[in-house]
T-cell receptor, first 114, second 114 residues
């Protein structure tokens, strides 16, 4: 069975702090994909990144970076110099190509205070 | 392009009433999905479709039915609404399985069953 765990339910930081959102996944498949989505207070889901199981390179996009480690089954997301606009719920998700189903974690609510 | 649209945006039902949620996408995507989002539980897959005329059950299909008569539309039906179906419903589409491509989400439908 597949599972995604985001152990941090809520995180609160002050603007300009760095913050890391944890994601741990479980699957026995050797081919799988990991995603991060952002859900701002307006409610829509915004795609941030996709990573396949064969690519363990870390990725950086502006203030966002992702650390994928197969050895610990983790796909953590770091926001550097956080801003108030980063306040949102962030979801980590897993897909193992069974009809395209996404398995979501419970989400982490990030609050960035000015 | 409008992307993925959902109708209606909000709805209040009484227990036992029925309704249909409409999802439409104009991106010619093969795959379409219905998720529900409940507090603390992330998004869970209800039903999905891998092409026109096909449907399949997801993680939480009970109490729901779906139809994909046209490639661009995916309907979610509640035959006899129950308070446990109070949730935010998201539709998504993908050109292929979610592992190969990201899923594009609609804005959501907030449903309350009293």
């Amino acid at each position: 069975a597949q599972k995604v765990t985001q152990a941090q339910t809520e995180i609160s930081v002050v603007e300009k702090e760095d913050v890391t959102l944890d994601c741990v996944y479980e699957t026995r498949d050797t081919t799988y994909y990991l995603f991060w989505y952002k859900q701002p207070p307006s409610g829509e889901l915004v795609f941030l990144i996709r990573r396949n199981s064969f690519d363990e390179q870390n990725e950086i996009s502006g203030r966002y970076s992702w650390n994928f480690q197969k050895s610990t089954s983790s796909f953590n997301f770091t926001i550097t110099a956080s801003q108030v606009v980063d306040s949102a719920v962030y979801f980590c998700a897993l897909s193992v190509n069974q009809g395209g189903k996404l398995i979501f974690g419970q989400g982490t609510e990030l609050s960035v205070k000015p | 392009n409008a992307g993925v649209t959902q109708t209606p945006k909000f709805r209040v039902l009484k227990t036992g009433q029925s309704m249909t949620l409409l999802c439409a996408q104009d991106m010619n995507h093969e795959y379409m999905y219905w998720y529900r989002q409940d507090p603390g539980m992330g998004l869970r897959l209800i039903h999905y479709s891998v092409g026109e005329g096909t449907t399949a059950k997801g993680e939480v299909p009970d109490g729901y039915n779906v139809s994909r008569l046209k490639k661009q539309n995916f309907l979610l039906g509640l035959e006899s609404a129950a308070p446990s179906q109070t949730s935010v419903y998201f539709c998504a589409s993908s050109p292929r399985e979610a592992g190969s491509y990201e899923q594009y989400f609609g804005p959501g439908t907030r449903l309350t069953v009293t």
